[in-house]
């Protein structure tokens, strides 16, 4: 009985790390440094508070607006307008874009990949689906860098070395352009304008919690750009989700919060191991936007983020280089591993079609905007 408990607990281990491979190797990587630079009392530091509060309120309402169906039916009434594949998908992917840069790439895949299924499935236009949920996972990665709460490493770097707004937006603006161009040509060659009929879906949005929600999302972003101090949203979206939303605090990506915790105890331990910390400081030194594009193809985009911000005070070529980063390796943004999850749920069968167009079309985007952003060089 014993040894059968035993091989449970293991086989559910064993889900848990394949199911969150990113929050699993954080955890492993905060253990394993933690030997080396045993506990104390300046492990206190390496947490940024107002970072991980920032992003708990942001989720939270993006939860609650979700649970209303608040971003599926304003979605879908603008998808309704156009009549042809192209067109649908340019939208798709344009509303993946644009709710990125609001709501964070991981909410913005979640909300809006399984109205890109909808779409296409109920239109018999499933040839179209891999190159569909590939473009629109480039583009909540890239989408999200115009703000400092598109991507969670933008909102760690924005608090973090305390950057103004407008600059924050015009060091991030020449790649987000050229982003947009690329992906609209992507959708302009890969997706041929055939006509297609979107049928209605009986959805109601409550305008009573819609207006809530909303002023809780202006709260969130308040505290965001530093109007309003972050330990009130701490308190006041919390409690108002109790009353009106308890499921909005229970689907939060907690998972995504831990993996900040785990990544910051692993960052602060490297940047006190002398031989690490040297290693890092010199390559920075010669380029901190490769560095950090590299790094995010082997330990992706939040923690390298992380990371090299502990040996470097150049964060203008790591904010790009972080955020260039995501494309590429699968394992390069979370993102990345949340749009194939989606995509293996509903075609287990197209796997290999999916992983290579990926490949393709990421490494292209990669590669680009790398040279690209090498040429602008801050």
Do not use: W
């Not at 045993?38 to 991980?52: R, S």
Request: aromatic residues 14%.
């Amino acid at each position: 009985m014993q040894v059968h408990t035993i091989k449970n607990r293991i086989k559910n281990l064993l889900y848990f790390i394949k199911k969150n491979p990113v929050l699993s190797i954080a955890f492993a990587a905060a253990v394993i440094t933690s030997i080396i630079v045993p506990v104390d009392k300046e492990y206190i530091g390496y947490f940024d508070f107002k970072t991980l509060t920032c992003l708990f309120c942001v989720l939270a309402v993006v939860c609650a607006l979700r649970n209303i169906n608040f971003f599926y039916i304003i979605a879908e009434k603008l998808v309704k307008i156009f009549k042809n594949a192209r067109s649908c998908v340019l939208v798709l992917i344009y509303i993946t874009f644009i709710g990125s840069m609001l709501i964070a790439n991981d909410m913005a895949l979640l909300t809006f990949l399984p109205l890109g299924y909808f779409v296409l499935a109920s239109t018999g236009k499933h040839k179209y689906m891999a190159v569909t949920f590939i473009l629109q996972n480039i583009a909540a990665n890239l989408g999200g860098m115009l703000t400092p709460f598109g991507n969670p490493q933008n909102l760690y770097l924005y608090s973090k070395f305390n950057i103004d707004n407008l600059e924050f937006m015009q060091i991030m603006a020449p790649t987000f352009v050229l982003s947009i161009i690329m992906i609209t040509l992507c959708c302009l060659i890969f997706i041929r304008p055939e006509q297609m009929t979107i049928m209605s879906s009986k959805v109601y949005l409550n305008p009573k919690k819609t207006i809530l929600y909303l002023v809780l999302f202006a709260l969130s972003i308040a505290i965001v750009f530093r109007g309003i101090p972050y330990y009130i949203g701490l308190i006041i979206i919390p409690a108002v989700l109790l009353l009106f939303d308890r499921k909005a605090l229970r689907d939060v990506d907690y998972g995504l919060l831990f993996t900040f915790v785990f990544f910051f105890v692993f960052a602060g331990n490297m940047a006190r191991i002398d031989v690490i910390r040297d290693l890092i400081s010199q390559l920075l030194n010669k380029s901190t936007l490769l560095v950090s594009v590299l790094s995010c193809q082997v330990i992706s985009n939040v923690p390298s983020a992380i990371l090299l911000s502990q040996f470097t005070n150049d964060y203008a070529n790591l904010l790009v280089g972080v955020n260039i980063g995501g494309t590429g390796t699968i394992i390069a943004s979370l993102a990345s591993l949340i749009t194939f999850r989606e995509y293996k749920r509903r075609d287990p069968k197209g796997v290999g079609k999916y992983f290579a167009l990926f490949a393709l079309f990421n490494f292209a985007f990669l590669i680009v905007l790398t040279l690209f952003a090498l040429f602008i060089k801050f």
